[in-house]
C-alpha cells in the first residue's frame, strides 16, 4: 500500500488543490508571444520595456505630439497616394468645380481636385495631413525649446539632441516638397522662389537647378521628383531618425524636473505597462481627435481658389508656409549691395546667404551648442536632473535671443502686408527690422539675463525668510516687522538643489619644469567664456545660512558679504 506524502508547508489534510484557470484567449496570446520569442528571443527586451519607468509631467508630452502628428501624416499620406497623379500632363478639368471646369491644367493639379471635390472623405484627409504636418513642425519646435531651456541636451544626451535638430531641419524640407506638390499657382510660385534660390549658387547655381529640374523651369520632372522624396526618400530617413531617438530614450535614463526624492540615480514615475502605455493611447486618441475636429472646421490650402500654375502669372501677396517664413525674411532683409560681378560673373549673396546658408548655419550651430556649452563650463557629468531655466541665466539669455533673432526675421516676411496694412513705407519697415535683427537679440539676452537673475535672488530671499504672509506685528522694542511663514522643506529643497555657480580657474601658463604649456591663448578664451557664462550667478542658500538665518533673521547678511561683494564685482566688470 503506498501513500501520498505532502511536504509540511503544503497543502493541509482534507484540503483540494487549487486550480487557476485562465481563459483561452490569454492562452492563445501567450503561445503566440512564446513562438515568437522562441524563434528571436525578444522576451527579455520587451521585458525591459514593460518596466521602463518614465516620469509623469505635462511639458513631456509635447514631443509625444509631435511623434502622434508624424503617425497621422503617414497614415493620412498612404490615403492620398491612392487618388493622386504626380504627372505634369495636361488634362482640360470636367471635375465637380464649376469654376475650373473646361480649364487646362496638370494631372497633378487635377488629381487634387478631384481628391478635395470627389472622392468621399478626401478633403478632410487632406486636411488632416496638412494641419497634422504643421502640428507636426510646431510640437517638435517647441519640444527642443523645452530640451534647450531646462539643459536635457546636456551628456549623456548629446547625440539625441543632434537627431532632434536634424528632424526639425528634415520636417522643413518634408512640408515644403508636400506644400509644392498640388502645382496650384501659389505653390508655383514657391518652386519658382526655390529655381532662383539654387541659381544663387556660386559657380554651381546653373546646374543644380538643371540638374533638379531635368531642364529649364518648369519642366516636366520636378512633381514626380518632388513626389518621390516626399512619399519615400524623407519620410524614410524621419522615421530612422525618429526611432534612433526613441530608442536612445529607452536606453537612457529619462530626465526629470527636480523635485524631493528625485536625483541623478533613479526615475521617480510611473512604467510602461500598464499606466503609461494606457496614457500615451489615449492622448494618441485626444491629438488625432482635435485634428479631425480642425480639419472639419478651419479651412487651410484652398488650392482651388488660386487654380493650376502658370508660369507668367503670379499670386499678389503671396506668403510662404509659417515655417519658411524666417528664410523668406532674411532674403527681404539682405542688402542689395551684396550682388556683385567680378570678372565678369556675377555673385548673388543676398539670395545665397538668406536662402541657402542660413538654414544649415542655423540648425548647424543648435546641433553644435551642447558641446560647445560643455567646453565652456567644463562640465563632463553626466545630467539627469532638468535645470530651472533662472538657475542658467546665461544660457536661458542665449536661448531668448534665438528667439528674437527668429522672430524678426519672421515678422520681416511679412513687411508688404504690414505696409499696406498699417499705411507704412515698405522702405521704413525694412530698416527697423534691419536694425532689430542686430540689436533685438542683445537686448533680449540682456533682459533675460536680469530677469533670471532677479527670479534666483528672490528665491533666495524666500529660502532665507519664507512667504510674506501680510501680518505685521510689533517686537518688544517698539518695532515692527512682517511676519514670514517658512516654507515646507519639498518647496525649499527645489529652491536649494542646483549647483552652484563655479567657473573655470585659469590655469598656469608654465608647467611645473617652469616650460610654458601649449595652447595658453586658447585656455584664457575659455576661462573669460566661463566667467561669462557663470557671471552674476546666485548660488544656492547653504545649511550654515538657513541656520543662521532661522536663529537671527539678520546673521546670514554675516555669512555672505564676500560672496555678494564678488558679485557686485563682476557685475560692475561686465558694464
Same mark, same amino acid.
Given at each position: 500500500?503506498?501513500?501520498?506524502? +505532502?511536504?509540511?508547508?503544503?497543502?493541509?489534510?482534507?484540503?483540494?488543490?487549487?486550480?487557476?484557470?485562465?481563459?483561452?484567449?490569454? #492562452? #492563445?496570446?501567450?503561445?503566440?508571444?512564446?513562438?515568437?520569442?522562441?524563434?528571436?528571443?525578444?522576451?527579455?527586451?520587451?521585458?525591459?520595456?514593460?518596466?521602463?519607468?518614465?516620469?509623469?509631467?505635462?511639458?513631456?508630452?509635447?514631443?509625444?505630439?509631435?511623434?502622434?502628428?508624424?503617425?497621422?501624416?503617414?497614415?493620412?499620406?498612404?490615403?492620398?497616394?491612392?487618388?493622386?497623379?504626380?504627372?505634369? /500632363?495636361?488634362?482640360?478639368?470636367?471635375?465637380?468645380?464649376?469654376?475650373?471646369?473646361?480649364?487646362?491644367?496638370?494631372?497633378?493639379?487635377?488629381?487634387?481636385?478631384?481628391?478635395?471635390?470627389?472622392?468621399?472623405?478626401?478633403?478632410?484627409?487632406?486636411?488632416?495631413?496638412?494641419?497634422?504636418?504643421?502640428?507636426?513642425?510646431?510640437?517638435?519646435?517647441?519640444?527642443?525649446?523645452? $530640451?534647450?531651456?531646462?539643459?536635457?541636451?546636456?551628456?549623456? +544626451?548629446?547625440?539625441?539632441?543632434?537627431?532632434?535638430?536634424?528632424?526639425?531641419?528634415?520636417?522643413?524640407?518634408?512640408?515644403?516638397?508636400?506644400?509644392?506638390?498640388?502645382?496650384?499657382?501659389?505653390?508655383?510660385?514657391?518652386? +519658382?522662389?526655390?529655381?532662383?534660390?539654387?541659381?544663387?549658387?556660386?559657380?554651381?547655381?546653373?546646374?543644380?537647378?538643371?540638374?533638379?529640374?531635368?531642364?529649364?523651369?518648369?519642366?516636366?520632372?520636378?512633381?514626380? +521628383?518632388?513626389?518621390?522624396?516626399?512619399?519615400?526618400?524623407?519620410?524614410?530617413?524621419?522615421?530612422?531618425?525618429?526611432?534612433?531617438?526613441?530608442?536612445?530614450?529607452?536606453?537612457?535614463?529619462?530626465?526629470?524636473?527636480?523635485?524631493?526624492?528625485?536625483?541623478?540615480?533613479?526615475?521617480?514615475?510611473?512604467?510602461?505597462?500598464?499606466?503609461?502605455?494606457?496614457?500615451?493611447?489615449?492622448?494618441?486618441?485626444?491629438?488625432?481627435?482635435?485634428?479631425?475636429?480642425?480639419?472639419?472646421?478651419?479651412?487651410?490650402?484652398? $488650392?482651388?481658389?488660386?487654380?493650376?500654375?502658370?508660369?507668367?502669372?503670379?499670386?499678389?501677396?503671396?506668403?510662404?508656409?509659417?515655417?519658411?517664413?524666417?528664410?523668406?525674411?532674411?532674403?527681404?532683409?539682405?542688402?542689395?549691395?551684396?550682388?556683385?560681378?567680378?570678372? /565678369?560673373?556675377?555673385?548673388?549673396?543676398?539670395?545665397?546667404? /538668406?536662402?541657402?546658408?542660413?538654414?544649415?548655419?542655423?540648425?548647424?550651430?543648435?546641433?553644435?551648442?551642447?558641446?560647445?556649452?560643455?567646453?565652456?563650463?567644463?562640465?563632463?557629468?553626466?545630467? %539627469?536632473?532638468?535645470?530651472?531655466?533662472?538657475?542658467?541665466?546665461?544660457?536661458?539669455?542665449?536661448?531668448?535671443?534665438?528667439?528674437?533673432?527668429?522672430?524678426?526675421?519672421?515678422?520681416?516676411?511679412?513687411?508688404?502686408?504690414?505696409?499696406?496694412?498699417?499705411?507704412?513705407?515698405?522702405?521704413?519697415?525694412?530698416?527697423?527690422?534691419?536694425?532689430?535683427?542686430?540689436?533685438?537679440?542683445?537686448?533680449?539676452?540682456?533682459?533675460?539675463?536680469?530677469?533670471?537673475?532677479?527670479?534666483?535672488?528672490?528665491?533666495?530671499?524666500?529660502?532665507? %525668510?519664507?512667504?510674506?504672509?501680510?501680518?505685521?506685528?510689533?517686537?518688544?522694542?517698539?518695532?515692527?516687522?512682517?511676519?514670514?511663514?517658512?516654507?515646507?522643506?519639498?518647496?525649499?529643497?527645489?529652491?536649494?538643489?542646483?549647483?552652484?555657480?563655479?567657473?573655470?580657474?585659469?590655469?598656469?601658463?608654465?608647467?611645473?619644469?617652469?616650460?610654458?604649456?601649449?595652447?595658453?591663448?586658447?585656455? #584664457?578664451?575659455?576661462?573669460?567664456?566661463?566667467?561669462?557664462?557663470?557671471?552674476?550667478?546666485?548660488?544656492?542658500?547653504?545649511?550654515?545660512?538657513?541656520?543662521?538665518? %532661522?536663529?537671527?533673521?539678520?546673521?546670514?547678511?554675516?555669512?555672505?558679504?564676500?560672496?555678494?561683494?564678488?558679485?557686485?564685482?563682476?557685475?560692475?566688470?561686465?558694464?
Amino acid at each position: 500500500m503506498s501513500t501520498t506524502a +505532502r511536504p509540511a508547508d503544503a497543502l493541509r489534510a482534507g484540503d483540494s488543490p487549487r486550480s487557476t484557470s485562465t481563459s483561452p484567449g490569454l #492562452k #492563445k496570446v501567450g503561445g503566440v508571444a512564446g513562438w515568437i520569442d522562441d524563434r528571436t528571443g525578444s522576451a527579455k527586451g520587451v521585458g525591459y520595456l514593460m518596466k521602463k519607468v518614465f516620469p509623469d509631467h505635462w511639458s513631456f508630452m509635447l514631443g509625444e505630439i509631435a511623434m502622434y502628428s508624424m503617425i497621422i501624416c503617414l497614415l493620412t499620406g498612404v490615403f492620398l497616394t491612392l487618388w493622386y497623379d504626380p504627372t505634369h /500632363g495636361e488634362v482640360i478639368y470636367d471635375g465637380s468645380y464649376v469654376p475650373l471646369q473646361g480649364v487646362e491644367m496638370s494631372r497633378a493639379y487635377a488629381s487634387t481636385l478631384d481628391i478635395s471635390f470627389d472622392v468621399k472623405g478626401g478633403l478632410l484627409i487632406r486636411q488632416i495631413h496638412h494641419w497634422a504636418a504643421l502640428l507636426f513642425i510646431v510640437s517638435l519646435s517647441v519640444h527642443m525649446l523645452r $530640451v534647450f531651456f531646462t539643459g536635457a541636451f546636456r551628456k549623456p +544626451r548629446e547625440i539625441n539632441w543632434t537627431i532632434g535638430c536634424l528632424l526639425s531641419m528634415l520636417a522643413l524640407i518634408e512640408g515644403f516638397a508636400g506644400y509644392s506638390l498640388p502645382d496650384d499657382l501659389l505653390s508655383g510660385t514657391g518652386l +519658382r522662389a526655390a529655381q532662383g534660390f539654387m541659381l544663387s549658387a556660386p559657380v554651381i547655381g546653373s546646374y543644380l537647378s538643371y540638374a533638379v529640374f531635368g531642364g529649364g523651369f518648369p519642366g516636366e520632372d520636378i512633381i514626380p +521628383r518632388l513626389y518621390s522624396v516626399h512619399i519615400l526618400l524623407l519620410p524614410a530617413i524621419l522615421v530612422a531618425l525618429f526611432t534612433a531617438h526613441i530608442v536612445l530614450v529607452a536606453l537612457q535614463k529619462h530626465t526629470q524636473y527636480p523635485g524631493p526624492g528625485r536625483t541623478n540615480d533613479n526615475v521617480v514615475g510611473f512604467p510602461v505597462m500598464p499606466v503609461y502605455a494606457a496614457k500615451a493611447g489615449g492622448f494618441f486618441f485626444i491629438v488625432f481627435g482635435a485634428l479631425a475636429l480642425m480639419s472639419s472646421l478651419v479651412q487651410i490650402n484652398a $488650392v482651388w481658389v488660386h487654380g493650376p500654375y502658370d508660369p507668367n502669372a503670379t499670386t499678389a501677396g503671396a506668403q510662404p508656409d509659417w515655417y519658411m517664413g524666417f528664410a523668406d525674411g532674411a532674403l527681404r532683409l539682405l542688402p542689395g549691395w551684396l550682388e556683385f560681378t567680378t570678372f /565678369g560673373y556675377t555673385w548673388s549673396l543676398n539670395v545665397a546667404i /538668406g536662402a541657402l546658408l542660413l538654414i544649415p548655419v542655423m540648425y548647424g550651430v543648435m546641433g553644435a551648442y551642447p558641446f560647445i556649452e560643455s567646453w565652456v563650463t567644463g562640465d563632463k557629468r553626466e545630467h %539627469h536632473l532638468l535645470d530651472r531655466p533662472r538657475n542658467r541665466p546665461v544660457r536661458t539669455g542665449i536661448g531668448m535671443a534665438g528667439l528674437t533673432f527668429y522672430g524678426v526675421l519672421l515678422f520681416a516676411a511679412s513687411n508688404d502686408i504690414m505696409a499696406i496694412k498699417f499705411h507704412m513705407s515698405i522702405n521704413d519697415i525694412t530698416h527697423i527690422l534691419r536694425v532689430l535683427v542686430f540689436v533685438g537679440p542683445i537686448i533680449a539676452f540682456w533682459a533675460t539675463k536680469r530677469i533670471c537673475l532677479a527670479l534666483q535672488r528672490h528665491d533666495r530671499e524666500t529660502v532665507l %525668510h519664507g512667504r510674506e504672509t501680510g501680518r505685521i506685528v510689533r517686537g518688544p522694542g517698539g518695532d515692527f516687522h512682517e511676519v514670514h511663514e517658512p516654507l515646507d522643506p519639498y518647496t525649499r529643497w527645489t529652491l536649494v538643489q542646483h549647483d552652484p555657480a563655479t567657473p573655470l580657474e585659469l590655469e598656469s601658463g608654465v608647467d611645473a619644469n617652469g616650460v610654458e604649456r601649449k595652447g595658453a591663448g586658447k585656455r #584664457k578664451a575659455r576661462a573669460a567664456l566661463s566667467r561669462f557664462y557663470y557671471s552674476g550667478g546666485v548660488n544656492p542658500v547653504t545649511p550654515a545660512e538657513l541656520e543662521a538665518a %532661522h536663529h537671527d533673521g539678520r546673521s546670514h547678511e554675516a555669512i555672505e558679504p564676500a560672496q555678494e561683494q564678488e558679485r557686485r564685482t563682476v557685475e560692475a566688470g561686465e558694464r
